[in-house]
């Protein structure tokens, strides 16, 4: 399975942007990435994915680099319930059925008042 | 809708005794997925199933582990005889399918179950 790489961890200031990086140089032409987040004491929860455009949900942006070899999960105001750690997952496509979520350290998001 | 419900929330057990950690999915969905979270291993995927037949328990740890889905809204993970390295917290997720790139394969996740073994 193709590998990412976060920062172990992340500080940032409630109501300013936070920019999660993940690098993903492995990536096959098929892989979707997935950005997952988990809240304290709470199950993990999806956030947004993407192929190769840039998304956007009500919840996060997603950019992903030309190469698709990067991509970085925005949070446009950081708020106090956004501390959480976010987890940035390559999912294989095997001929249009989804691999599954593997899950690795992810980043731990630290959101100050 | 109510969401993936999971029980009990805590267990607290004694090595040797069998436990038994229970999972309703979120209706209509095909897919259930069981995870485990450790500190030392994070979160790990123990086995999944769609339509009620298990399709990869590939993660399941052992012999000691075992996970069935009697119908479409219940499933269980049941561990015999339960050992301390068992503790952690159990997650229950499912999705409504698992096709590349849509939103049905999104997964929603329970709220875990603690379990410690003592």
């Known amino acids: 399975d193709a590998k990412t790489t976060q920062p172990n961890s992340m500080e940032s200031n409630e109501e300013e942007p936070v920019h999660l990086p993940c690098n993903h140089s492995?990536?096959?032409?098929?892989?979707?990435i997935h950005w997952y987040r988990q809240l304290p004491s709470q199950g993990p929860e999806y956030v947004i994915h993407?192929?190769?455009s840039n998304v956007n949900n009500r919840m996060a942006s997603l950019a992903i680099a030309e190469d698709r070899k990067s991509s970085t999960l925005i949070l446009h105001r950081a708020t106090l319930r956004d501390a959480a750690v976010y987890y940035c997952?390559?999912?294989?496509?095997?001929?249009?059925?989804?691999?599954?979520?593997?899950f690795g350290k992810g980043t731990k998001l630290s959101v100050k008042p | 809708d109510a969401g993936v419900i999971q029980s009990p929330r805590h267990e607290v057990t004694e090595m040797g005794q069998e436990v038994t950690l229970r999972c309703k999915p979120i209706?209509?969905?095909?897919?259930l997925f069981w995870y485990r979270q450790t500190m030392m291993r994070g979160l790990e995927l123990l086995i999944y199933f769609n339509n009620n037949v298990p399709i990869d328990d590939s993660g399941m740890p052992e012999d000691r582990f075992s996970a069935k889905m009697p119908n479409a809204s219940f499933s269980t993970l049941k561990i015999q005889p339960s050992e301390p390295r068992d503790s952690a917290v159990y997650f229950c997720?499912?999705?409504?399918?698992?096709?590349?790139?849509?939103?049905?394969?999104?997964?929603?996740f329970g709220p875990g179950t603690r379990l410690t073994v003592l």
């Open positions: 492995t990536i096959s032409g098929t892989d979707y």
């Open positions: 997952i390559l999912r294989q496509n095997y001929g249009g059925s989804q691999g599954n979520l593997i």
């Open positions: 997720a499912s999705s409504l399918g698992k096709i590349a790139g849509g939103s049905t394969d999104t997964q929603y």
């Open positions: 209706s209509g969905h095909d897919y």
């Open positions: 993407g192929l190769t």
